[in-house]
């Protein structure tokens, strides 16, 4: 009887497989065990399918897209409701049944896998391809990309900048909306085409406003050789409880009160131990790979896996918005051998610091006790206001790196190691010339650090020289201007549609389209200067469409005498770096005083860098690379209020665009090669569902006949066992 019945509950599955080909509306209307088991195969089948799709070997690789919003904190059930979760003592998480005008009761217990759970709180999140982060896609080096971007926005336009990519050719497909392209419209699609190059640690983000920060991310691998396992992606992520661009709407920039502020007043803002302002935002949370906790809550934490004896390849990116990080992992060093997807050789330290869009590879060797041990991702928070109020506290985010046959249901209970003068801690990415003595905490700066590729310093007569200021003088600006987005995309050539930059912006300041030119073939020299009359913060600057060796840094003069975090009011230094004369009161001219040593031993080479408050950091590249390059502060808040600008090279010698970019924004934005024919949302939405649904539907019948013939062939040669251990008996007279 048993074997009857589940013959004919497998007979009857495929029989409604069939029909959901023939009626796919009802089979999503029908409410019964065998259509929600149907459904769940379907889905798990797609799932797996998108999982394997995201490693690319061939030449040419094309990958889908589909951003949407939703919410965290909640779960889709088989009926396809959506219910809040909360989060148990044990860390389990408990579905709470929504019953109309009663009260939510207790619902099952569901897998964390199933859930958006960030920081344990629930706010609105944007998913890539139902994932946050978003999937992480990975490539070989000169591969064809065709990466289709899939609005499922209600209202919201979007675009997609693939952060490291040099775009060559292809300056059109860089993702910055009124720059290089329209952004795509709600229920629209684009696809971008691009050579994968430079090889490297990657990421994908969107440039509208702050999408990125609310959860429009993922990694982006370009590898040289073909890989023997999957990229190990470690994003670090602020993350506050409301959308962030709630937070920016909220700034005094925006309310025309002033510049470069947000909620905290001067005294209540995080400052970090050299005296520097980290943000005028307050902390709220971070995440690690979308995962984190507030306010001590069990919400689920990142884990990663190491054998003992074995090592792991971290791919660690800030993805974040606002709060620098200082990252380590308990009991165990970092080996550096890579920033910005880059190889460098090798250095061992306690920790790194990371800004905003920088990236960095590390590896971490499995050389310790089987156990669990906390990966930590702290701010440089060393108190509130100038005058460093309630220092006892730690604004943090944590990780878990679990030895393969650890028990690892309980936390760690690890703890961070104590630097000493015998074994001091060694930290990358300093941006400031020393931690306070006896702390036994050594800085290495970037440009200290050698690349692994050969370099030949340039001749003096082929370097170009630019100088730009990163400030606060009129608001977050370069060289005392505000970036005013332009009308139409600078890449549909002239004429522009633009706020032209006069004579009168550097010394009155201004809010225009800043555009410099550079000519084509050369070396050029960019020196990044933060400083000014008003307070600073450092700055982590991004070119696109270039990467750039980073040549020297300076730092801003300290009180030797003194503890190296003196107040503001007496002078937590003595003056800005002396090398650097900045030509006016806002210093938009500036020159050098004095020329410092470069290094040109091999330097570092990045496409994102950290500028020192009051210091500077001296960066060159080739100009190979024809386009319009938009050049900012990875910072949200600086770069919405206008910390950017964009780098012109070779004026009138500029890459055909596609033909499929759209030409207007009234309607035909974010439409592929064919945009006249491309469908609004609903239409495009029903037959790709279907083709979908066919193609799954399908995938499921396949799985459960060969399930069946499986189970078949196993109970047969189950029954031919049992016959040949009990032949039966001549029954024959």
Not at 326 to 354: F, K, P
Not at 418 to 430: A, G, W
Not at 560 to 586: E, M, Q, V
Not at 630 to 650: L, P, S
């Amino acid at each position: 009887m048993v074997e009857l019945r589940l013959s004919g509950d497998i007979l009857r599955l495929l029989l409604f497989g069939v029909d959901a080909l023939v009626n796919p509306f009802r089979f999503l209307m029908t409410q019964s065990s065998e259509m929600n088991l149907l459904r769940t195969l379907i889905i798990t089948w797609i799932c797996v399918s998108m999982a394997t799709a995201e490693m690319c070997t061939d030449d040419v690789c094309e990958f889908t897209l589909i951003v949407r919003r939703a919410r965290t904190m909640t779960h889709t059930g088989s009926d396809g409701k959506v219910n809040g979760v909360e989060i148990l003592r044990n860390g389990s998480l408990q579905v709470k049944v929504h019953v109309g005008w009663a009260e939510d009761t207790d619902g099952p217990i569901v897998p964390v896998e199933e859930t958006i759970t960030a920081d344990g709180v629930q706010r609105n999140v944007i998913l890539v391809n139902d994932q946050f982060p978003g999937p992480t896609l990975e490539v070989m080096e000169g591969a064809q990309v065709v990466l289709k971007v899939i609005n499922h926005f209600y209202k919201d336009v979007a675009s997609l900048h693939v952060h490291g990519m040099y775009m060559r050719g292809a300056n059109h497909m860089d993702g910055v909306p009124y720059v290089t392209e329209y952004p795509i419209l709600p229920g629209k699609s684009f696809s971008y085409r691009f050579k994968a190059e430079p090889a490297g640690t990657h990421w994908y983000h969107s440039h509208v406003i702050s999408q990125k920060e609310d959860g429009m991310f993922g990694a982006f691998i370009v590898h040289r050789n073909r890989p023997s396992a999957p990229a190990m992606p470690l994003f670090v992520h602020d993350w506050w409880h409301e959308e962030f661009l709630s937070l920016d709407v909220d700034s005094w920039y925006m309310r025309h009160r002033g510049p470069g502020r947000l909620f905290g007043t001067w005294f209540s803002r995080g400052f970090s131990f050299d005296g520097v302002e980290l943000t005028a935002v307050h902390f709220t949370s971070a995440l690690i790979n979308g995962r984190g906790r507030y306010n001590g809550n069990n919400a689920p934490l990142t884990k990663f896996t190491i054998s003992s004896g074995g090592s792991l390849r971290f791919r660690m990116i800030h993805s974040g918005a606002e709060f620098t990080f200082r990252v380590s992992i308990d009991a165990h060093s970092m080996t550096v051998v890579a920033n910005d997807g880059h190889d460098v050789e090798s250095v061992q330290v306690q920790s790194i610091i990371i800004y905003p869009g920088e990236s960095y590879d590390f590896e971490v060797l499995g050389n310790q006790p089987n156990g669990v041990y906390w990966i930590r991702a702290e701010t440089l928070w060393s108190g509130r206001g100038p005058n460093f109020e309630s220092k006892n506290r730690t604004q943090e985010v944590r990780a878990i790196l679990a030895y393969q046959y650890a028990s690892s249901d309980e936390d760690p209970t690890t703890t961070k190691p104590t630097c000493s003068e015998e074994n001091p801690c060694r930290v990358l990415n300093c941006p400031f010339p020393a931690f306070p003595a006896g702390s036994h905490t050594e800085c290495i700066y970037m440009s200290d650090i050698n690349a692994t590729a050969d370099y030949s310093p340039p001749d003096d007569s082929d370097i170009v020289e630019c100088f730009f200021t990163f400030g606060y003088i009129i608001g977050a600006s370069i060289n005392a201007r505000k970036f005013a987005e332009p009308n139409k995309p600078l890449v549909f050539g002239e004429p522009y549609d633009v706020v032209t930059c006069d004579q009168s912006c550097e010394t009155n300041g201004c809010k225009c389209t800043y555009i410099v030119d550079i000519p084509a073939n050369k070396n050029v020299r960019f020196v990044m200067i933060n400083t000014g009359d008003a307070d600073e913060s450092h700055h982590s600057i991004h070119l696109h469409g270039y990467d750039f060796r980073v040549l020297a840094m300076g730092f801003p003069l300290y009180n030797k005498t003194t503890d190296i975090h003196l107040y503001l009011f007496t002078g937590h230094w003595l003056s800005a770096n002396p090398d650097i004369d900045c030509g006016n009161d806002k210093c938009s001219n500036a020159r050098w005083r004095n020329r410092p040593t470069m290094n040109l031993n091999r330097p570092p080479v990045r496409d994102t860098v950290v500028v020192p408050a009051n210091g500077y950091t001296v960066i060159e590249f080739r100009s190979n690379n024809p386009g319009h390059w938009i050049f900012h502060c990875h910072q949200t808040t600086h770069m919405n209020e206008g910390m950017a600008m964009v780098i012109r090279e070779a004026p009138g010698n500029h890459p055909n665009r596609h033909p499929g970019l759209p030409t207007s924004s009234s309607g035909g934005t974010g439409h592929d090669s064919q945009p006249t024919s491309e469908p609004t949302a609903i239409q495009l939405s029903v037959p790709v569902f279907i083709v979908i649904l066919v193609a799954a539907v399908i995938g499921s019948i396949l799985i459960t006949l060969a399930m069946t013939l499986l189970w078949s062939s196993r109970r047969q040669d189950k029954e031919a066992a049992e016959e040949q251990d009990h032949p039966k008996e001549d029954t024959a007279l």
